[in-house]
T-cell receptor
Framework: GEQVEQLPSILRVQEGSSASINCSYEDSASNYFPWYKQEPGENPKLIIDIRSNMERKQIQELIVLLDKKAKRFSLHITDTQPGDSAMYFCAANPGYQNFYFGKGTSLTVIP | DPKIIQKPKYLVAVTGSEKILICEQYLGHNAMYWYRQSAKKPLEFMFS???????DNQTASSRFQPQSSKKNHLDLQITALKPDDSATYFC?????????????FGEGSRLIVV
């Protein structure tokens, strides 16, 4: 199956600064890239996604970028707040196949 | 109000025993999945079903058997439990198995094998 690499595994930022998480994938058939946020003891929840026909998508403070040639995509959280502290997972979804997840990034926003 | 119901939420089992994790979704979805999350392997894909048919199985052990009695049900039977099976098991669903459909997770069943 698809392999998704996610870095960094741990990220600490000051409140108000930006946080960036990078993911790469191998299967050129992957054409849908969601991002999930998981708080302790809870299930992963979709926060933003991007499809292969787009290069950039923004929802409020969340920005995702997709570079299909390099097979990389990234999540950028601008003006981070303590409530953004959580685990973040990227995923790649090849057609008619499953969702393959990165190993996660533990984000801590320091007040 | 969760639309993907998993039961039980917490479970302690004895090594060697057998347990069934229940999953029902009320989103009208046609594809259902099981993922396992542990400290060693976050969000590891296990099985996918589409219209009650097995689409993919990436679980090496036959001790894990999915069971789909209805379109909106996908239970997971685990036999001969081992301590290494301790994890949170997430059921998930999407509209169908085509790419680009949002994947929704249930609240998870946390299994501890002693």
């Amino acid at each position: 199956g698809e392999q998704v690499e996610q870095l960094p595994s741990i990220l600490r930022v000051q409140e108000g600064s930006s946080a960036s998480i990078n993911c790469s994938y191998e299967d050129s058939a992957s054409n849908y890239f969601p991002w999930y946020k998981q708080e302790p003891g809870e299930n992963p929840k979709l926060i933003i996604d991007i499809r292969s026909n787009m290069e950039r998508k923004q929802i409020q403070e969340l920005i995702v970028l997709l570079d299909k040639k390099a097979k990389r995509f990234s999540l950028h959280i601008t003006d981070t707040q303590p409530g953004d502290s959580a685990m973040y997972f990227c995923a790649a979804n090849p057609g008619y196949q499953n969702f393959y997840f990165g190993k996660g990034t533990s984000l801590t926003v320091i007040p | 109000d969760p639309k993907i119901i998993q039961k039980p939420k917490y479970l302690v089992a004895v090594t060697g025993s057998e347990k069934i994790l229940i999953c029902e979704q009320y989103l009208g979805h046609n594809a259902m999945y099981w993922y396992r999350q542990s400290a060693k392997k976050p969000l590891e894909f296990m099985f996918s079903y589409s219209y009650q048919k097995l689409m993919d199985n990436q679980t090496a052990s036959s001790r894990f058997q999915p069971q789909s009695s209805k379109k909106n049900h996908l239970d997971l039977q685990i036999t001969a439990l081992k301590p290494d099976d301790s994890a949170t098991y997430f059921c998930a669903s999407s509209q169908d198995s085509r790419a680009g459909n949002t994947l929704y997770f249930g609240e998870g069943s946390r299994l501890i094998v002693v």
